[in-house]
């Protein structure tokens, strides 16, 4: 089951009828049996089925199914004797409104509702809800009737916070997934602060510790997204309430972009599918944790899985926690159908199992580091390494506590830890804490015990996390042991600690080895040896102040720590860390080809800047441009801007190509280029000049006091970016700025746009629409009949507004979006009407 490395060995004496006295701490090192089969439950993650939370007909009409068309009946069953009998500790329930669109909810329901939680909880549960008007079909309700029943709902739902996972937003369009109804239309700039209202009212009347799940990428960022605020009494979700909030795949592999999950459009702006996708994958909370991402598949399997490789790849990209196990059998009957083969830690399967394990956390021990012996009032130091073998970290905090049991005497010993924190992948916790001065002696199990965080259910072994180990879980406590021997007693002889190692260096490399010394560390009684710790790992002991570690691979870079050791086990802390890199090649030693380097453009602030690609034996990687000695860019594309110059300035440039391998080419040919002067101020009434008054697009106003952004830009977070006085969007085939105009300009003639272009010939790449008219840039007519050409200096290219057909009274919004297949860069240093 476990190994059990003792770094010093005592004995133990005990008499008949006479307490044991404990002997010096003795440090161990115990390695665990990892059980990596398993599809164990664990709380708040996993698979959930589907039931029917408010039973009573008389406030819910879909307990009468066959009154409802197209419903398909959850089940009633408040014991959740399928789900339990699934493994599964989650359920999931709609909150059906569709009987009170125009009224206040009635006490009945919330009361059903509230005793449906409390079978939720007697069932060791926990539930995901969704309210929602209608099952399918268009519907529209009125918004102060549904931020009304927003407060009714939640004060039942904040008073059974503990057995909430998470909220799904719900409330709006068909089945609650906020579309098909009324304030469900993405493009329109009027709906919007609706449903930042509906958000806000939910988040402020829902503890902290529930998460919410939005199915649309689009509505995320329309929330989250300072830039896209158009509340007009300002947006005012905190940071903590918007890292609660998460995604909800629904239609989860139905088709390429999950049956319009991702392919809806905005008033924001265009944002392809991939880019969507990505910003799901980077969903994190402020702090770096995983946000809560669950959903389901529909009746479409146009996205065929049946080798599971897409559901594998995605969930683990989007660290899905829960997914629904009811629905579509279409595509969960497929991966049960699946059957994978062993790889890495994973065993042959069926892909249905393994979506099962994987979902959310799976925990498993590797090792920990920990005394056998412990005084009462003295310090327990714990060092433990985990994997967490799951596709997301835990995305609710709960405690974490060193327990010492020995059936009569229990003490819980908190670590200050947060396990939000273990993400996939490989972690280490160490921390020490005080045993109790009245501890009482005798032989302990030491554990690791997560409990839920609320005093009610903090008892309940069936809401603790269970780790991915063979042999240390004990059902009926709800922890995991690491050790069934663990002395707590006075100390006697020897109980000081070294003093911590100083001076760790790095005295030698090779291309397979790392050569250390330090300085001898001292003790009341003596040192004999010390441990050596490499990336977290006990590498080996030495009784001297040297050590060369071997068999390491070349062209890697290592952490190093030291622990001094005495005779009697005590040891000292970890010492300082050092970093070392193997010499010689690792893999691949040839480097890229050397680009040639050309302007092509600049402004009074900027210099673009592009080159031919480089080839490599492996494949380039990305390029660092410098400017003079200083590394001002690191682009993976064969173009680059440099920004933030000063006006009429000579700079001078190379570029260096790398690879994977970080094998990095020669420097480039040197361009020197002189920035431009700076241009005159615009004249007549000015949308924009972009001289940071109001600052763009932080204001998200322009010089008119109206609306303004942009996004899928390639800098400023997709903005674009202001230096000088003037806008750079830099583009690859898409880009949207937009400017809102508002007044009436009867008394102008002209549009006049201050512009320039990296390469020249850009006015094919972007259109321009106002008042109504929306052409390529390069068709608009001048006057004399000729049409915009965009060079690499500035000019006004000055657009006759009537003679284009742009309704002067009625302008409306200014907006130029670049997706017709070009990339480059254009400069608007104003854009003014005359």
């Known amino acids: 089951m476990r190994t059990l490395r003792l770094l010093t060995v005592a004995t133990l004496v005990a008499g008949l009828g006479v307490a044991a006295v404990a002997a010096p701490a003795q440090p161990a090192t115990v390695t665990y049996q990892a059980d990596l089969a398993t599809a164990f439950p664990n709380p708040e993650r996993g698979y959930h089925n589907r039931y029917e939370i408010i039973n009573d007909p008389a406030v819910n009409d879909y307990v009468n199914a066959a009154s409802i068309p197209g419903f398909n009946p959850d089940l009633l069953d408040r014991t959740f004797a399928r789900a339990r009998a699934n493994g599964n500790t989650l359920i999931h329930s709609y909150v059906h409104l569709d009987k009170y669109r125009t009224q206040a909810l009635p006490q009945a329901l919330l009361d059903n509702l509230g005793s449906g939680l409390a079978a939720v909880r007697a069932a060791g549960m926990k539930i995901v809800l969704r309210p929602a008007y209608t099952w399918d079909g ?92 158009v509340v007009p009494s300002g947006c005012t979700l905190t940071q903590a309430q918007k890292d609660r909030i998460g995604f909800h795949n629904d239609c989860f592999l139905a ?23 990505q910003w799901m994958y980077d969903l994190a909370t402020s702090a770096g944790h995983n946000k809560m991402v669950g959903g389901e598949t529909c009746g479409s399997d146009g996205y065929n899985d049946a080798a599971c490789v897409n559901a594998q790849t995605e969930m683990q990209k989007l660290n899905f926690t829960e997914i629904n196990e009811d629905y579509a059998a279409v595509n969960t009957d497929k991966w049960k159908a699946s059957q994978l083969a062993a790889a890495g830690n994973d065993p042959a399967e069926t892909c249905f199992v393994r979506i099962k394990r994987k979902l959310g956390y799976r925990l498993r021990l590797l090792d920990a580091t920990f005394p056998t012996t412990v005084a009462p009032g003295g310090g327990l130091s714990f060092t433990a390494h985990l994997n967490n073998d799951g596709w997301s970290g835990l995305v609710k905090t709960r405690p974490v506590y060193l327990v010492l049991d020995n059936g009569t005497n229990r003490y819980n010993l908190p670590l200050n830890v947060d396990p939000r924190g273990w993400l996939a992948g490989p972690n280490t916790v160490s921390a020490t804490v005080s045993v109790p001065g009245g501890a009482s002696a005798g032989s302990y199990k030491l554990a690791l015990w997560l409990p839920d965080p609320s005093a009610g259910l903090q008892s309940r072994p069936e809401y603790s996390v269970r780790f991915a180990n063979t042999g240390v879980w004990d059902a009926a406590k709800g922890y995991n042991v690491l050790s069934t021997a663990v002395t707590v007693g006075a100390c006697t002889g020897d109980c000081t600690a070294p003093s911590v190692p100083v001076g760790l260096t790095v005295t030698g490399v090779t291309n397979t080895s790392v050569s250390l010394s330090w300085s001898a560390s001292t003790d009341n009684v003596g040192v004999t040896g010390y441990q050596v710790w490499r990336n977290g790992v006990l590498a080996g002991t030495v009784a001297g102040t040297s050590y060369t570690d071997g068999g390491r691979s070349p062209g890697q870079t290592y952490q190093y720590q030291v622990r001094s050791v005495d005779a009697a086990g005590n040891v000292s802390g970890l010492s300082a860390t050092v970093s070392a890199t193997t010499s010689g090649c690792a893999g691949d030693c040839t480097a890229p080809s050397v680009p040639t380097l050309s302007t092509t453009g600049k402004t009074d602030t900027s210099v673009a800047l592009s080159w031919t690609a480089s080839t490599d034996n492996a494949g380039v990687t990305g390029y660092e441009v410098f400017r003079g000695a200083t590394l001002v860019g690191s682009p993976t594309v ?158 006004d290219i000055r657009i006759p507004m009537a003679a284009n057909g742009i309704n002067r009274n009625s302008p409306s919004q200014l907006a130029m979006g670049f997706w017709y297949g070009g990339n480059s860069t254009i400069t608007i240093d104003h854009i003014s009407f005359q």
């Open 138 to 229: 268009y519907v529209s309700v009125d918004e102060a009737q549904i931020l009304a029943h927003i407060g009714q709902l939640n004060a039942v739902i904040t008073a059974n916070a503990d057995v909430v996972l998470h909220l799904e937003t719900g409330y709006l369009g068909a089945w609650g997934e906020w579309h098909t109804g009324g304030l469900t239309n993405p493009s329109s700039v009027e709906e919007a602060p609706a449903r930042y209202r509906i958000m806000k009212r939910i988040a402020d009347t829902t503890p902290a510790t529930i998460p919410l799940a939005m199915r649309y990428p689009i509505y995320i960022k329309e929330v989250v997204d300072p830039t896209s605020c």
């Open 255 to 277: 088709d390429y972009n999950d049956m319009g999950t991702y392919d809806n459009p905005s008033w924001m702006g265009w944002y392809y599918i991939e880019q969507k996708k």
């Open 638 to 795: 064969t173009s680059f801007t440099d920004n933030g110059l000063t006006a009429a300035t000579a700079y001078s440039y190379t570029v260096r190509a790398r690879d994977a391998a970080g094998n990095r080419s020669a420097a480039s040919n040197t361009v020197s280029v002189t920035t431009d002067a700076t241009p005159p101020p615009p004249t007549g009434l000015v949308l924009d000049n972009f001289d940071g008054t109001p600052a763009y697009p932080s204001s998200a106003q322009n010089d008119l006091g109206k609306w303004t952004g942009g996004n899928c830009f390639l800098d400023g977070g997709g903005s674009g970016v202001v230096t000088g006085g003037a806008l750079s969007l830099r583009y690859n085939n898409c880009g949207w700025f937009g400017s809102d105009v508002g007044v009436d300009l009867s008394s102008r003639t002209y549009l006049v746009v201050r512009v320039k272009g990296a390469a020249g010939g850009e006015q094919s790449h972007f259109n321009l629409g106002l008042g109504g008219s929306t052409k390529v840039f390069g068709d608009f007519t001048l006057d004399g009949g000729a049409h915009p050409v965009i060079t690499t200096s500035y000019q």
